[in-house]
């Protein structure tokens, strides 16, 4: 860990876009009282680190009848029947 990797939660509050210069290139470590309390890392870091899938676009062609079947399915449920979590 760096010394530009260090910020304190003042800093995160008062410069936040500052303190997110250089995020893709390493984490940040996060200090309250001089402890370290969390690390903000970009989002493609975190993507992989928690292994979800990368997203890709398909040709219509590529898509099964059922998949496009549930697709449209989806399209028609009212906001109100989903449920939140």
Do not use: H, W
């Not at 969390?38 to 870091?45: E, G, W």
């Amino acid at each position: 860990m760096t010394k530009s990797q260090c910020i304190s939660v003042t800093q995160l509050r008062t410069e936040t876009k500052k303190c997110l210069e250089g995020i893709e290139e390493e984490p940040k470590y996060i200090f309250i009282n001089n402890q370290p309390v969390a690390v903000i890392i970009n989002v493609v870091d975190y993507e992989k680190l928690c292994g979800f899938p990368e997203l890709i676009e398909l040709d219509k062609k590529e898509v099964s009848k059922e998949l496009m079947d549930n697709a449209g399915k989806a399209k028609k449920i009212k906001k109100s029947e989903l449920i939140n979590i």
